[in-house]
């Protein structure tokens, strides 16, 4: 019986084996056949947690990426994308393995990140490689370059496509982890369409809330606010000239939490944690963060 079962397993191995190959040579074939002469590559989905962040596609690197169901994919990551043209007009293809050929398109684009590099000859130029220290994608029009250390994820599909990464205030070094205690290392950061206050929707008028006090803190106008149940906390704001809320800070009325800030800066719409105790650094984490931000991605989102 053991012989058997071992044999069996011998035989359903051999034919994975088979079918991956078949699956990696077609795939292959056909890639090359749809870009013709133009500058092309082959990413694939995200595989479990190693040196490749599992947060974005990665290039194909060699033939192992892309034996049979070794490159399936998971949630809105196809099983293998095709990119074929200069970036970021470039079009794409996605492997159905139902099909067994790539089909026209591929889910979320032009919004979701392309991890490959398209050049001439692709399968042999886009040999293996180490993983380099930064992850560098294309990403809504705008091409990204961020140190590892800062575990960026990506937001997609999505009407406001951005990205996520773990940073601690005031200083914004690469945290470890998403979170330390009751300060959370979570920075998010959008194309900026709508000011701040789409965080926080308007506090006075809405008929929830009742302003308590009213003050001025580090240049900010501090209200403290109390909703319909008794909680309270405290609500800062900074304007342009023309009246318009460029900065949201939300923080509990306890200094045992962290506030939640807002702001635009540029052409980006920041969101971060801090303590309390940091309030008065305002102006600093925002410039030190939106410089940081800036140099994530040099080239303006088209």
């Not at 035989?11 to 079918?19: D, G, H, K, R, W």
């Not at 049979?68 to 074929?84: D, F, P, Q, T």
């Not at 009742?210 to 304007?239: F, P, S």
């Not at 809320?245 to 923080?251: D, F, K, Y």
Request: proline residues 7%; glycine residues 10%.
């Amino acid at each position: 019986m053991r012989r058997v079962a071992a044999g069996v397993g011998i035989a359903l191995a051999f034919a994975m084996l088979v079918y991956g190959v078949h699956v990696s040579f077609r795939l292959r074939s056909e890639a090359v056949e749809l870009a013709g002469d133009q500058p092309w590559c082959l990413q694939v989905a995200p595989r479990g947690s190693g040196l490749d962040d599992p947060a974005g596609y990665r290039p194909v690197r060699g033939f192992v990426d892309t034996l049979g169901v070794w490159m399936r994919g998971r949630g809105a990551y196809h099983h293998a994308v095709l990119v074929v043209g200069d970036l970021p007009q470039a079009r794409t293809w996605h492997w159905s393995y139902w099909k067994r050929r790539f089909v026209d398109g591929s889910y979320g684009w032009p919004q979701h990140p392309v991890a490959c590099t398209p050049m001439r000859d692709y399968l042999h130029r886009g040999a293996p490689e180490p993983v380099p220290e930064r992850r560098e994608f294309w990403f809504a029009g705008a091409r990204y370059s961020i140190p590892r250390g800062y575990r960026a994820s990506l937001v997609w599909p999505s009407a406001s496509p951005g990205l996520m990464f773990a940073a601690r205030a005031p200083d914004f070094a690469p945290a470890r982890e998403w979170c330390v205690d009751r300060l959370c290392n979570f920075v998010s950061a959008h194309p900026a369409r709508d000011g701040p206050q789409v965080l926080f929707d308007s506090i006075e008028g809405d008929g929830r809330h009742t302003v308590i006090e009213r003050g001025q803190r580090a240049g900010l106008e501090q209200l403290l606010v109390e909703d319909e149940r008794g909680g309270r906390w405290r609500v800062l704001t900074a304007r342009d000239g023309a009246g318009r809320v460029t900065t949201a800070i939300r923080c509990f009325e306890s200094d045992r939490y962290q506030c939640g800030h807002s702001f635009v800066r540029g052409r980006w719409r920041i969101r971060f944690h801090h303590m309390p105790a940091d309030l008065d650094r305002w102006r600093q984490m925002q410039d030190r963060l939106a410089g940081i931000v800036d140099a994530f991605a040099p080239e303006p989102p088209s």
